[in-house]
């Protein structure tokens, strides 16, 4: 895919991640939009911002019809809320990682795999987790909606692929974002998994594990089960938090 000659949208630009993406896009010669739920943070030279909340049917469908020349769609809109599928105190905050994690991603690729195809087509990316393959419990919810993610991308994969769109799963551990501020460990920058992002959408990879992520699933692939019970003990960020743009 030439960055060059494509018209980008991403979701939950304004900070984190999303913004890397935009920025990295943009550097490389693409017409960016920008979404998010609020303008503040997306106001940069040749970036067009979009006001979208991605849980919101009539605003996803208003988006599509109006970027009609949208050749890449980045799904990185997301939302984290501590706690385990038991520990938590409510349903709510699952509720919620599903609507944005999950829901979301499906209704914008939904809505704007038309219109990719109509332009000749293009890529989605969909922004899943390394937690997509197994959980950190006190991130469960969080994990499960990931999962849930990953699975949409391997699905909508062999749907699109007929239609002349790739569609590639984005699946980093810990980023140095808000998300993960509560995270003591390594964590990779923004920018090194946009240039990662870049990279694949040049060549023909499919699913991106940028940095340590790499080797986490390979060590998922040789051992599941050891792999389970070494994250058992990993500690959730210590606070809670939403958000639209870092994963």
Request: charged share 20%.
């Amino acid at each position: 895919m030439k960055i060059e000659n494509t018209t980008a949208l991403v979701t939950g630009a304004n900070r984190g991640l999303g913004k890397a993406i935009v920025d990295a896009l943009a550097e490389a010669g693409a017409t960016v939009y920008a979404a998010a739920r609020s303008d503040r943070g997306t106001e940069r030279p040749n970036i067009v911002p979009v006001t979208l909340d991605v849980t919101e049917p009539g605003a996803v469908a208003d988006v599509a019809a109006r970027l009609s020349e949208v050749t890449l769609l980045v799904n990185n809109a997301g939302v984290l809320v501590r706690g385990g599928p038991i520990s938590a105190p409510d349903l709510a905050g699952a509720r919620a990682e599903m609507e944005v994690n999950y829901f979301g991603s499906l209704a914008m690729a939904r809505a704007f795999a038309p219109v990719i195809e109509r332009n000749g087509g293009g890529a989605i990316v969909n922004v899943a987790s390394i937690l997509a393959h197994v959980p950190i419990p006190g991130a469960g919810t969080y994990s499960a909606s990931k999962a849930a993610a990953l699975s949409m991308t391997q699905a909508m994969r062999a749907e699109l692929a007929p239609r002349g769109i790739r569609v590639i799963g984005l699946l980093p551990a810990f980023v140095d974002t808000d998300m993960a501020a509560g995270h003591s460990g390594i964590k990779l920058s923004p920018e090194a998994v946009a240039a990662d992002l870049l990279d694949a959408l040049r060549g023909d990879t499919e699913d991106i594990y940028p940095g340590r992520a790499r080797e986490l699933v390979q060590a998922f692939y040789v051992d599941p089960k050891g792999y389970e019970r070494q994250l058992a003990n990993i500690p959730a960020p210590s606070h809670a938090t939403r958000q639209a743009a870092a994963q």
